[in-house]
């Protein structure tokens, strides 16, 4: 075990659950990543493989105990919005830049 | 009883999620996928939000607020990418099985 | 005089209240520090911001955020047991919702309500602002649905904002 096992019982239980079903989530959006078909659907995959990636550190920042991993998530949340609303530009327009 | 509605949030955070990612995968059209990603998904990472604020406040003088900031980001956000989202695959004609709004 | 000191008085506190939620402490040092930013960041960005946002009826908008949430709550069960059901069955539709809302505020917040809730999202506003094309997930009533977003979440919203003569 990683985590400082401060969690009971209940918790761990719940924790292991989560983590299985939002692996599988990062699973399916990489599947949906790489099958495409169009371009607009590789986008909503990133954006929602961004999203599936806050809930895992969120769920890691409670199995470990630490705040530390807030401040990531934070990012990410940030970071991917900018990304798809600047793939969307690109799109709709062919460049990002105005 | 905290430790139930701890659980009880982290494994319905954890369904909604895998639920909007599993609508991702098995949707049949562009639009329709849009659909469980900007929903659920929202909702399944605001419910593991609450329950890390929850969980960090609930140890001794300490208390933890900090997610909020996430959920009404990501509350604000989802709509706006889904909107850009919808606007650029219009834009490019996708394939979809409603009929297609005439551009006018 | 007062304007000129404190350009934006509603975004002062909220940035003030995000500085003290992203270093998740209370200290008095903390809300000074909130409170310098929350004054000097409008202060210096005000070209910036747009046109200011009245906002005519507060009451109303508290009852109208209650309504969303639970409507966004609902919505999210009736997603739900949409993607899990069969996915041949669904009936997705574009639906065309006029507009009767002019201000930049309202009809982005009615895009953002109508994305987050059951089943539609907001694909495109029409150049000139009248239409709202939404594309709904499952749906046999179309015209239903279009009259139910009118008088759920746009006759509020005109309320709030728009001065109703």
């Known amino acids: 075990m990683l985590g400082n096992a401060v969690q009971s019982e209940v918790i761990s239980v719940a924790l292991m659950i989560a983590f299985s079903m939002v692996s599988v989530a990062v699973a399916l959006s990489f599947w949906r990543l790489f099958r495409g078909p169009d371009r607009p659907d590789r986008i909503l995959a990133l954006d929602t493989l961004y999203i599936n990636t806050i809930a895992l550190l969120i769920l890691l920042g409670i199995y470990l105990d630490s705040a530390l991993y807030f401040e990531a998530a934070l990012l990410i949340a940030l970071m991917g919005f900018i990304g798809t609303v600047a793939l969307c530009k690109y799109l709709l327009r062919g460049d990002i830049v105005e | ?104 | 005089m007062f304007k000129r000191l404190l350009p934006h008085p509603v975004l002062t506190p909220i940035l003030t209240i995000i500085w003290l939620l992203l270093t998740n402490s209370i200290a008095t040092g903390q809300l000074l520090l909130g409170l310098m930013l929350g004054w000097a960041i409008p202060f210096f960005t005000i070209r910036f911001w747009p046109d200011e946002v009245t906002i005519y009826q507060p009451i109303k908008l508290l009852q109208f955020s209650l309504v969303v949430l639970f409507d966004i709550l609902v919505a999210n069960f009736i997603v739900a047991r949409l993607i899990l059901g069969n996915p041949d069955r669904l009936s997705p539709t574009f639906i065309i919702v006029p507009l009767d809302i002019k201000s930049d505020i309202a009809i982005s917040l009615l895009a953002n309500i109508i994305s987050l809730t059951p089943g539609t999202v907001s694909s495109l506003l029409i150049e000139d602002r009248t239409q709202l094309v939404v594309h709904a997930l499952d749906t046999d009533n179309a015209d239903a649905l279009i009259a139910s977003i009118k008088t759920r979440y746009e006759a509020p919203l005109k309320e709030i904002f728009e001065h109703v003569g």
């Open chain 2, 1 to 104: 009883m905290q430790e139930y509605i701890l659980a009880f949030l982290i494994v319905t955070g954890a369904s909604f999620t895998l639920v909007g990612s599993l609508g991702l995968a098995r949707l049949r059209d562009f639009y329709m996928r849009l659909h469980g990603p900007t929903k659920a998904t929202t909702l399944g990472v605001g419910c593991l939000l609450i329950a890390s604020a929850i969980y960090f406040s609930s140890k001794p003088d300490s208390f933890s607020m900090h997610e909020v900031l996430i959920t009404l980001f990501l509350f604000i956000t989802a709509p706006v990418s889904a909107h850009l989202l919808a606007k650029a695959a219009l834009h490019l004609k996708l394939r979809s099985i409603a009929k297609l709004p005439e551009q006018s």
